[in-house]
């Protein structure tokens, strides 16, 4: 059951930092901020837009293990593509290849320690965090907003109505219901909770 295995993983990662750390799995990950930020980073240059990748907001244990799997598997494809000889438009110097693949293995490792150590215990933090999330996606709500000098106009609509069409041109408008940004407001949401529980926790 993949609930169970993600639980079964958090309580390998505990052992194993006990084991040989000396320190608290839960307290490092609440810590360990700036590298899953880096990671997320990393990872939403190679989606484009990680928001795309909808699953990892997910409640149901096997979409976010496969959302996972997809998210730390394409920019590794992508950076095992580009070394590759044939796809090169001109020869690439040898101080490329010595200085860049270290860090290309460097940045597969950093995948892998995220579907392993940040992964299996970020589902429970998503979710919780998640929530406002999956409630938008699920909603045929949508805002619109556009800056009318120091003024914000707002429109509300449903996904089958268009966008507002006031003349001149509805230029300017945008999607402000954040529903296309599940995973956006996800991370928001998680980073502002760890904060508070660090904060607390020292």
């Not at 892998?112 to 409630?135: D, E, H, K, N, T």
């Not at 449903?158 to 996800?186: C, F």
């Not at 909770?193 to 660090?198: I, R």
């Amino acid at each position: 059951m993949p609930l169970i295995g993600l639980i079964s993983v958090c309580l390998i990662n505990y052992w194993l930092f006990r084991r040989l750390f000396g320190s608290n799995y839960l307290r490092w990950y609440v810590s360990a901020g700036p590298f899953i930020g880096l990671a997320t980073a990393a990872f939403a240059e190679a989606w484009g837009k990680l928001d795309k990748n909808t699953g990892l907001v997910s409640a149901i244990p096997l979409d976010y293990i496969g959302a996972c799997l997809q998210t730390a598997g394409l920019p590794i494809i992508a950076f095992g593509g580009h070394p590759q000889s044939k796809y090169q438009l001109r020869k690439v110097p040898g101080w490329d290849h010595l200085l860049g693949l270290p860090l290309v293995f460097a940045f597969v490792v950093a995948a892998v320690a995220w579907l392993l150590l940040i992964a299996p215990l970020q589902y429970f933090v998503f979710l919780i965090c998640g929530a406002p999330s999956r409630m938008a996606m699920t909603s045929t709500y949508r805002l619109y907003a556009r800056l009318d000098g120091w003024k914000v106009k707002t429109a509300e609509r449903t996904v089958d109505e268009p966008p507002p069409n006031d003349p001149p041109p509805a230029k300017g408008w945008w999607d402000a219901s954040m529903a296309a940004k599940p995973v956006t407001l996800t991370n928001a949401f998680s980073a502002a909770t760890l904060y508070l529980v660090g904060w607390f926790w020292s």
